[in-house]
């Protein structure tokens, strides 16, 4: 039982994060996101090169240019030459 329990609590800890939009930043400098998530908003920062999870259940995101997008969480944002493309 015990091992069931824990099988059961790994899978629901991997699915959590399978279903997380991610953001990677493939350009020379930060750039920064502005995420709406259950009413509150907050600036996601990315590093050159960084690739970050966000957004497990849904939310808005402003891109760079200004777009707001609309993620359920399984998208992966991709910044190149400072443009976002939701993919």
């Known amino acids: 039982m015990l091992k069931s329990l824990i099988t059961g609590t790994m899978l629901l800890a991997a699915s959590g994060a399978a279903f997380a939009a991610s953001a990677v930043n493939k350009d020379a400098e930060t750039r920064t996101l502005v995420v ?50 939701v993919k």
């Open 36 to 85: 709406t998530e259950g009413g509150s908003k907050s600036e996601l920062a990315l590093a050159a090169g960084e690739t970050v999870e966000f957004c497990p259940s849904g939310c808005f995101v402003t891109l760079p240019n200004g777009d707001l997008e609309a993620l359920t969480g399984s998208e992966t944002v991709e910044i190149s030459g400072g443009v976002a493309k």
